[in-house]
């Protein structure tokens, strides 16, 4: 991507190269589809007896390529080869680390477009969006070798505790856990994989991956950059297959020291459940659900709320753990926003996601697609009007994948399940309410605090800040109401149902979550002190009196 960095503020304009240089790598891997994919186990390629079958969303004739079906003997293997190396790798110095997380951030970032085309095909994201979660992937390794640095690889002297006859040496070092296990989901394969990766790997664990079954092609294609990187043997180790046979077993493994989820709220809590299972308490770090509110005040500016408020509902088809899936809407300002959404909504273009014009493409798969029917029907049963969508979209190319037609819903009562449960499709809720205390009361009375949205005057902003209970806000934001975190500028990560580290990912304070603090103190007698200090004077003041010449000399023939 010579010359043009993608962000999700350039995201918005992009140069023409891009487009030509997306275009033509759909067009290379479409000639190119169907292959087999090996696991990656000690540096070997493994392969099981049984596979899976991956095929695209966006049209379910396409096979974009076939994987292995890993089982429980897989996952023991791959954590035993993750361990195998975790003496090695934790004791490579850490500037060495952060220069091979940096080259595997180099090597993603030079494959962007074959990487977002599959990305598109696979999930079936916008090229946009596919592109963003790729770059995304590479920018959050990149901050997490940055933190490594700019804290001197967490070597951190203490103070000296004045010990009569002695002198103390205190340091601070954080160290890797171990074997560090990466669940990822099928949303954001890239980002989600790769964040908690790169912060591992820097932190000097070794680690295991287990991507989305959906989406375990593009997760293979990330662990390639991390081969071709030059990663030593077991330090990354790739395994595919269903999370409840295979997934389970890496969960159930007591040889496993840390661990990332990012998914839903049911598994990932079924997984914390199942990590204490063992003789101490270890590490876990739960990235979940969400159920994101955009709350709309009397004085907002209507424009900027509707703008933001659909791209949040509507991009991945909603899909998003960021999605704005609730609209709450102050009384005065109700049918003018609700007109807007509704226009803005029908302008929205639905198809091939590797297409340009494509805003909408498919949902990830049939259970989803059916998902989709059953909470419409349930809406309807329950006196929810559709403003506008509310069916699968048939016809041509839409009668070959999952594609749902971006739906928004008024009059349902606030009192039912889907104003709290996560339907994680593109359908939104609008609710009128008669104040703003009213509407952050609905807003924050719900199991996940992930993202949050609001448009209003700038005291209003304060006072929104202050009381909703979410780790990412935004206000008066038209680029996104609650959707769009991109890091080095809004760390990502939820309170309540929606996350457990409290510290969000790609912010300064994430990467030491993948760290344990050993404290080193190391007591001398005074006495030698006191020597050492003699000796070492003549030649201080020698050097300091005689200036820089022979001293310089000395230090470059040295160096
Ligand atoms: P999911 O169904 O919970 O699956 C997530 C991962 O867990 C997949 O890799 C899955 O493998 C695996 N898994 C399933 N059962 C398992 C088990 N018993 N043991 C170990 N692993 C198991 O989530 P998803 O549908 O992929 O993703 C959507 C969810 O993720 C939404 O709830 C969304 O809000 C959330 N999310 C949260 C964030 C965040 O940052 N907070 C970001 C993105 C998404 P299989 O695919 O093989 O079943
Ligand atoms: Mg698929």
């Known amino acids: 991507m010579a010359g043009f960095k993608l962000t999700y503020a350039t995201m918005f304009n992009p140069p023409e190269a891009l ?27 493994v392969f099981a007896d049984e596979k899976i079958e991956d095929r695209s969303p966006v049209n379910t004739d396409w096979v974009l390529a076939r994987l292995q079906k890993g089982n429980a003997q897989h996952a023991n293997m791959a954590i035993a080869a993750a361990r195998k190396a975790f003496p090695g790798w934790s004791r490579t110095p850490w500037k060495d680390r952060v220069r091979l997380v940096r080259k595997a951030a180099s090597i993603i970032e030079k494959r962007i477009f074959e990487l977002g085309a599959a990305m598109a095909l696979e999930v079936g994201k916008n090229r946009m969006e596919s592109l963003g979660d790729v770059q995304e992937t590479a920018d959050l390794m990149s901050y997490s070798a940055l933190m490594m640095e700019q804290n001197q690889g967490f070597i951190k002297p203490m103070g000296k505790d004045k010990l009569i006859g002695y002198d103390a040496t205190n340091i601070s070092v954080l160290r890797p856990y171990g074997v560090w296990l990466i669940v990822s989901p099928f949303n954001f394969p890239f980002a989600l994989t790769g964040g908690p990766t790169g912060a591992a790997l820097v932190a000097g664990n070794t680690v295991v991956i287990k991507p989305a079954t959906d989406t375990a092609w593009i997760v293979r294609l990330y662990a390639e950059c991390l081969r071709d990187a030059g990663f030593p043997a077991g330090v990354v180790n790739f ?100 007109a807007r959404l509704k226009d803005k909504t029908e302008k929205l273009a639905m198809g091939d996601p590797t297409e340009r014009a494509t805003y909408l493409g498919p949902v990830v798969n049939q259970s989803s697609y059916n998902d989709f029917k059953n909470f419409t029907e349930e809406i309807s049963q329950a006196g929810g009007k559709f403003l506008t969508g509310g069916h699968v979209k048939t016809g041509g190319i839409f009668d070959k994948g999952y594609y749902c037609e971006p739906t928004l819903v008024t009059d349902l009562p606030f009192s039912h399940r889907l104003w709290q449960y996560e ?107 006191v020597a050492q200090t003699r000796k070492m004077k003549p030649s201080k003041s020698k050097s300091t009196k005689k200036g820089s010449g022979k001293a310089a000399g000395r230090k470059s023939k040295r160096a």
């Not at 891997?29 to 390629?45: C, F, P, Q």
């Not at 994680?424 to 008669?434: A, D, E, K, Y």
């Not at 038209?478 to 080095?488: E, K, L």
Request: glycine share 12%; net charge positive.
């Open 19 to 45: 487009h030509k240089g997306f275009d033509l790598a759909v067009a290379r891997l479409k000639a190119n589809l169907g292959r087999e994919y090996s696991m990656i186990i000690d540096g070997k390629d």
């Open 239 to 338: 395994v595919t297959g269903p999370g409840s046979t295979l997934g389970q077993a890496l969960v159930d493994n007591p040889q496993v020291d840390g661990a990332t989820f990012t998914g839903s709220f049911d598994v990932g809590m079924k997984m914390f459940r199942d990590f204490a299972n063992r003789n101490y308490v270890r590490p876990i770090v739960l990235e979940l659900g969400g159920k994101n509110p955009a709350i709309v005040s009397r004085h907002a500016n209507l424009d900027d709320a509707a703008t933001g408020i659909i791209r949040s509902a509507f991009g991945l088809q909603g899909q998003k753990c960021s999605a704005a899936s609730r609209v709450l809407v102050e009384e005065p300002v109700y049918t003018d926003l609700v």
């Open 423 to 529: 339907m994680f499709l593109p359908i939104t809720t609008i609710g009128r309410v008669s104040n703003l205390d009213q509407a952050m009361k609905i807003a924050n009375d719900v199991n996940y605090g992930l993202t949050a949205g609001f448009y209003g005057s700038e005291k209003e902003a304060e006072w929104f800040f202050d009381k909703i209970e979410a780790g990412v806000t935004y206000a008066n934001r038209p680029q996104g109401a609650t959707t769009g975190a991109w890091p080095g500028f809004q760390p990502f990560g939820g309170w309540k149902g929606s996350g457990a580290s409290g510290k969000n990912g790609g912010g300064y304070p994430y990467v030491q979550l993948y760290m344990h603090e050993q404290i080193r103190t190391l007591i001398r007698p005074a006495k030698a002190k």
